[in-house]
């Protein structure tokens, strides 16, 4: 595979350590997989690599998510794998600050920096210095049926004012607004996640997830003002807390609904019929001023700080982090590539969501990977028991709270 000249230097370095330490020979990588397509992503990438790099050997064991996220931190503290694939943002933290993960800001030069921009490196880096390699991401956006939004005579939105005025539009015409199926309540965190990050910015957004802020803070009431507008327009499907997420699309596709806020692999559960008059839209402005972020949880690979094989296991790092393999990978795997050079697979939606995400200044990684599994469950189950309650605010909030202040103690 031909390297970007940024990466070829890169590489370079990196095979100097290894030279250095004469340690070349295997790496043994430990990745958690959702699919088949994404198994096959990793196999790809594994034997191109080992075909660039004949003296060595990648040892692949894979994992489903749910194993992986039960058995990492056993890894990481016994006799870890030289690779570990995770993600991005909080969940990588609360491996960095024990010292589990290996720094690896060596292979972050200027210019791979550059490459993939202060948003990805963000999401990899602690106090300043990086702690792995991004490969890919699903970003999230408000998909939506452009034959549904002209036959009500509505515009694709960019304030959320103006979300919540087409609502009452679409009820006159008896169409429902927004498709929504919170039986798991983890689709609604989506719409809390924008809320607050278009309305109060991001660095307030990850304050609150990593409990520098309360759960009670007038900053968080407004956010369910703000949402609450929504409740009153009768924007969000009736039932949607028996329907899975699935079901709620059922609605869109069927030309039921009009729009759904989601991540991009609901392009997937398209039908043939709906997916050529579906578009996608960011989601609305609230307030003008507050830089642009995006809830965009992103892959990653890391190396572990007791890993055997560092040096070997820096150069695949490296090796992941080309734009062409990232192409490799979400050839096999549709899913959008971190490095920005990278050209998405050839998918008119999907390229549509990676130009919608590209170019934010931040990239948040939805709540369930950016604050403690604690608060985040305790806070999907509120967001569910407000879009039904939302007179039961107080209670909520203190809940989320409780747990927040348990889980991060001052």
Request: with cysteine; charged share 20%; hydrophobic share 40%.
């Amino acid at each position: 595979m031909k390297l970007s000249h940024s990466l070829a230097c890169l590489l370079l370095g990196t095979s100097a350590l290894a030279a250095s330490s004469a340690f070349a020979g295997t790496v043994v990588l430990n990745a958690s997989v959702a699919s088949a397509p994404d198994r096959d992503a990793v196999n790809g990438a594994v034997a191109s690599f080992e075909k660039a790099n004949p003296d060595i050997k990648v040892e692949v064991n894979f994992y489903d998510e749910e194993s992986n996220k039960t058995a990492i931190r056993n890894w990481l503290t016994t006799s870890p794998p030289d690779i570990i694939k995770w993600y991005a943002g909080n969940k990588m933290a609360q491996f960095v600050k024990p010292g589990l993960l290996a720094d690896v800001s060596d292979i972050w030069t200027p210019q791979v920096k550059a490459e993939f921009g202060p948003g990805m490196v963000d999401s990899i880096s602690v106090d300043g210095k990086q702690y792995g390699m991004p490969t890919s991401y699903s970003t999230w956006a408000i998909y939506y049926r452009k034959d549904v939004f002209a036959a009500a005579g509505v515009a694709p939105f960019k304030t959320f004012d103006d979300l919540v005025a087409s609502c009452k539009v679409f009820r006159a015409k008896g169409i429902t607004p927004v498709a929504l199926g919170s039986k798991a309540p983890w689709p609604l965190a989506g719409w809390f996640d924008y809320i607050d990050l278009r309305q109060n910015g991001y660095a307030f957004h990850m304050d609150l997830m990593n409990g520098k802020v309360s759960w009670t803070d007038d900053k968080v009431k407004t956010v369910f003002a703000d949402w609450k507008k929504m409740v009153d327009a009768n924007c969000f499907a009736e039932n949607h807390t028996n329907l899975a997420w699935r079901e709620g699309l059922a609605m869109m596709n069927q030309g039921q609904a009009a729009m759904m806020l989601m991540g991009n692999y609901l392009i997937d559960s398209l039908t043939p019929e709906s997916e050529p008059v579906t578009e996608a839209m960011s989601f609305p402005t609230i307030d003008p001023t507050v830089p642009r972020a995006e809830d965009a949880p992103i892959e990653t690979y890391h190396i572990p700080a007791k890993a055997k094989n560092i040096p070997d296991a820096k150069k695949f790092l490296a090796y992941l982090g080309q734009a062409d393999v990232q192409m490799q990978m979400t050839q096999a795997y549709h899913i959008l590539p971190a490095n920005p050079k990278a050209k998405p697979p050839e998918s008119r939606l999907l390229q549509e969501s990676a130009s919608l995400a590209s170019g934010a200044q931040s990239y948040a990684q939805f709540i369930d990977r950016d604050t403690a599994d604690a608060v985040s469950t305790i806070a999907m189950t509120g967001f569910q028991e407000f879009l039904v309650h939302p007179d039961r605010l107080g209670r909520i909030l203190q809940n989320i709270d409780r747990a927040a202040k348990r889980a991060y103690p001052n």
